[in-house]
């Protein structure tokens, strides 16, 4: 089933209240496309908890599944990657609701990371097994990422994020190893989504030049920018 954005921006904005909206990256209000979305602002911005709530969304109405990339080996370990989604996990409602309640009508409570498996999974009850629960989202280094090649098999992983993709474990060779990730996992669909964030700098010129979009960030000027490129 393909992904109807506008639906699941729809949502968001019903299920993300206008206060938090207006203090984190508004996934209703900005463009987002099938392709590369592309996001650069000052860092605790809440681009990477407002993504996971849009596809948190996707999940729910699309059976969607999404790949989360970072760099390197260092920022996928558990210790790292555990509490990515604690701003679903932990932010409560008036109704004392979380996200992961409130975006799925209850039907599961939180969200878990399983070590083994590099996944997180969504729990109906805090007590149930890990690893019998729905798979979420998957955890991937690109620096790892020819792995999944071989064993990476989910036709409903339609959505890619990869969180901070200019940081200290770039490579010259990372770009060419997420596009090919990217490859594999999307395999021919054209209607699959994948955003990638960083924070405002300059960055890494091999990496944005890659996408045409160097000079952009260079002279950017506004708290968020989007840059489209297909």
């Known amino acids: ?14 299920y ?4 938090n909206r ?12 099938y392709g590369y979305n592309i996001y650069n602002s000052y860092r605790a911005g809440g681009k990477t908890t407002n993504i996971l709530i849009f596809c948190l969304i ?28 604690d701003g679903l996990n932990n932010t409560v409602n008036d109704d004392g609701l979380n996200y992961v309640q409130l975006i799925t009508g209850g039907k599961y409570c939180w969200i878990q990371y399983h070590t083994h498996t590099k996944t997180f999974r969504l729990l ?5 097994d890990v690893i019998k629960s729905p798979v979420f989202i998957y955890v991937c280094a690109v620096s790892e990422s020819l792995s999944l090649k071989s ?18 474990e770039v490579t010259n060779t990372s770009m060419i190893e997420y596009l090919n990730a990217l490859s594999t996992i999307f395999r021919l ?9 960083c924070n405002m700098s300059v960055g890494s010129p091999i990496i944005l030049r890659k996408f045409g979009i160097y000079e952009k960030v260079l002279n950017q000027t506004t708290p968020y920018m989007v840059y489209h490129t297909k």
């Not at 089933?1 to 949502?11: A, F």
């Not at 109906?124 to 149930?128: G, I």
Request: with cysteine; glycine share 2%.
């Open 16 to 19: 993300v209240s206008a206060e």
């Open 22 to 33: 207006s203090l984190w990256l508004d996934l209703s209000a900005r463009p987002i496309q």
């Open 124 to 128: 109906e009850h805090l007590e149930d």
């Open 189 to 197: 669909r054209h209607k699959s989504i994948a955003f990638l964030n």
């Open 58 to 85: 996707a999940h729910v109405l699309y059976n969607t599944t999404t790949m989360y990339f970072r760099s390197g080996i260092k920022a996928t370990r558990a210790k790292a990657v555990s509490t990515l989604c």
């Open 1 to 14: 089933m393909d992904i109807n954005i506008k639906r699941i921006q729809d949502c968001f904005r019903e």
């Open 151 to 168: 064993g990476f098999a989910d036709v409903n992983c339609n959505i890619s994020l990869y969180d901070e993709f200019i940081d200290d």
